[in-house]
DNA sequence: ACAGGCACTTACCAAAAGGTGCATACTTGA
DNA sequence: TCAAGTATGCACCTTTTGGTAAGTGCCTGT
């Protein structure tokens, strides 16, 4: 079995690096509702319904090392935390913009691709 | 127009949707190849290395389903196939262009955090 | 006749991703 | 004192995804 790794290929193409970032069930939610500001913890959880503690906690880690979101321990009596978004982060989401618009403009057309795979399979 | 089903609130934003389409291990590169033209499928097979037969088949079928790519059999004697990218997978593939300059700007921070994760666990 | 390429298909498995639920240590309010 | 909230951690389990390896039918070159 070969070893792709000998020349370090790593990514084929920008997008292929930027998936690896942005990938994962909750991200681009998380992403979404940080590029509205600084958030805390509860507060994030409860305005991407329905991921677990488990989830979140995960995924903001990820994104915090991938230098994405920065995380602020208030160290205040009452357990304060929120997330933000780093520049790095911020230039990401801007990034993600055409990409954002493309899924909006086509929005039906991938929900009733999606229906179809479900249903079919 | 759609009217949005409050029980059914697909996605979050455009980006979630778009993310439906272009997740998969294999698509980013596929979509990158067939960019430059219409592949056969034995050629498409020899440029992302490492796919094996399985992955590559199958993520060109939900591609297909998707109306992303355009399989072509041209009925010959000797088995000729090709894949190309729609017009829909065209625009999709120009929305993908600045995520693409952005993972390429930042292949390296991502490439050690990739690194960093991996070590990590 | 047989190896080998073509474009797949299938069965079986391992690994990764995600979900559920309980536990923590602290604090405030009732 | 007890419940509830805050921000996490951890163990266990299921689902999804990807990988390996083999086989199919057809055709061509030797």
Redesign the interface.
Known sequence: MAK?NSET???????????????GKWK??IL?FLNKGPTRYGELKRSV?GVSDKMLIQQLK?LE???IVRRTDHGEIPLRVDYSLTP?GT??VR?????????????????A??D??KTSR
């Open positions: 792709e290929p790593r990514f084929i193409c920008g997008l292929h690096a930027t998936l690896h970032v942005i990938s681009p939610l979404f319904r990820e090392s991938d230098g790095f230039s990401l990034a993600m913009e055409p990409l954002c618009g493309w899924g909006e403009e086509h929005e039906e057309d991938i929900a691709a999606m179809r795979r």
